[in-house]
């Protein structure tokens, strides 16, 4: 239950990086464009900080989604093996 668990919340962890990845940074009312294709043309400075920030977001899901789906393997993983091996 604990491994599904895991991996359940890790999914939906990288789900919300990717919807936070694609969706578009605005800066007073100026599309800036999205983490992983900019707005073409000159944009404002403030931009540049929203979509370093927005990049440490989606670092930050992906990295920690990505872990806690490990987690939830090795936890089945550990489990199996305790089922199969006698003591």
Do not use: W, Y
Not at 10 to 23: D, E, K, N, P, S
Not at 41 to 57: F, H, K, V, Y
Request: charge should be positive; charged fraction near 20%.
């Amino acid at each position: 239950m604990l491994s599904k668990v895991l991996g359940a919340v890790g999914v939906i962890l990288l789900i919300a990086g990717v919807v936070f990845a694609v969706r578009p940074v605005m800066v007073d009312g100026r599309d800036c464009g999205s983490v992983f294709q900019s707005e073409k043309g000159i944009t404002p400075m403030q931009c540049d900080s929203r979509l370093e920030s927005r990049g440490n977001l989606v670092i930050g899901f992906g990295t920690s989604g990505f872990a806690l789906i490990l987690t939830g393997f090795a936890v089945a993983a550990i489990r199996d093996r305790r089922t199969r091996v006698p003591s």
